[in-house]
């Protein structure tokens, strides 16, 4: 999930680095029709922003189902240490 997390940060990257360089200057006004190339800037934005969205919220989700399995098995053996110390680890990452 953090490689993702990472390939969709370095994707945000790239689309800024592009609206840097895509905008016209003064001298090329002209030539490049700027709305639609932001147009389609925003859209790239938008759609990793969404995929985004929704792996974070599947991370989320996992996690606490885990989270819900491993506290109905604490219950059961209230005395297993390593079962505790990976429910806080589990915990910690929601």
Known sequence: IQ????VMRTID???VHELNTTIP????VGKIDAGQTCKELYQSLMD?????ERIIKNC???TSSVVKALRE???KAQDDVAL???LRKEQTKV
Request: charged share 35%.
């Open 3 to 6: 490689e993702l997390l990472r």
């Open 13 to 15: 990257d790239r689309i």
């Open 25 to 28: 200057t003064a001298s090329f």
């Open 48 to 52: 990793a922003h969404t995929s985004r």
């Open 60 to 62: 989320i989700a996992q």
């Open 73 to 75: 098995e604490r219950e």
């Open 84 to 86: 505790l110390k990976q």
